[in-house]
């Protein structure tokens, strides 16, 4: 999991190439962002054109397009860090929370109130594959 004291594309460009080794998504996958420099370097493009990705990014003014990552976020300090000192804690600690938090809590047991169902995401992911899968 990528993290620092900046957002430097260095930081994006890690976070995208992590996230690619650990789930080996196939071609087409949608990777949206806000228009900050970062998302917008050569390096970054690049880097999405060779896992044959397609980028979607946000109007500059147009908070809007973002309103389910930053409702996560949100979530994430509200319910998890906000309720730590994390000032005290290491960035490794940090990360271990944080990791926790979204890959076995909120992706696997917390309840969504977006999906019929009310599904924790990974939940409704595997259901949806495998009703693909069979049809």
Known sequence: MAMDEHMKK???IQAIADAYQSRTPGSG???HSD???QYTSDQFKELLGSYRAIQS????????DNARMESFFATLKKEKLYKMNTRKMSREQVKTVIW???MVYYNRKR???VNE???PPAIYREKFVTQEKAA
Do not use: N, P, Q
């Open 10 to 12: 260095e930081l994006c």
């Open 29 to 31: 996958v949608l990777v």
């Open 35 to 37: 228009a900050g420099s």
């Open 57 to 64: 990014m946000s109007d500059v003014g147009k908070c809007y």
């Open 100 to 102: 926790r938090y979204v």
């Open 111 to 113: 309840i969504s109130t």
């Open 117 to 119: 169902g009310g599904l």
